[in-house]
């Protein structure tokens, strides 16, 4: 959703509050598409810093469809996201500050979803699990831990000992 910030950028002192709804149906991160199981609307503080420049305040709350990194069940992964940014009436800004503020102004106009998507992806948890002792799945034929042994035969040798044994395989009577 766009919102309009060109009365917050020339009014000395103004300060509006506002619930927006989110219209974002799922996100696009790492090669991977996850559905947005449920959202609340952000809910937003713009006010004006003076000079042509505006204050902007979002909260909101993004629950995503996720895989398990350990055994590929689907996980619901509930975000709170509080922003705090500045932006730049584009005829005061200069080209860092246009550049800085690209990803969420376009022109005078604040669009919000892609400033929730961008706090979503500097909040990306580094690794979802399913439940914290996820056991994942059986490196030989792949069953699910959680549901039990599976009987493959794990042991992996001492990488330390590979010349050992080539010594020993070598000189193996037949």
Not at 15 to 39: Q, T
């Amino acid at each position: 959703m766009l919102i309009n910030l060109s009365d917050i950028f020339e009014e000395e002192g103004k300060s509006v509050s506002r619930e927006v709804p989110l219209e974002l149906a799922e996100v696009d991160f790492r090669g991977g598409r996850f559905p947005i199981v449920e959202k609340s609307p952000a809910a937003l503080s713009l006010a004006n810093d003076g000079n042509g420049r505006a204050r902007i305040e979002a909260d909101a709350e993004v629950s995503l469809g996720m895989k398990c990194d350990r055994c590929l069940k689907d996980v619901t992964k509930k975000l709170s996201l509080h922003i705090s940014v500045e932006a730049v009436s584009p005829e005061k800004a200069d080209a860092q500050e246009m550049e800085d503020q690209s990803g969420f102004m376009e022109g005078y106009q604040l669009n919000v979803d892609s400033l929730i998507v961008s706090e979503l992806f500097a909040c990306w948890p580094a690794k979802v699990l399913c439940r914290e002792d996820c056991k994942g799945l059986c490196r030989v034929c792949g069953k699910d831990l959680n549901e039990g042994e599976c009987g493959c035969d794990t042991f992996v040798p001492d990488p330390r000992m590979a010349a050992i044994m080539d010594i020993f395989r070598e000189n193996k009577e037949v």
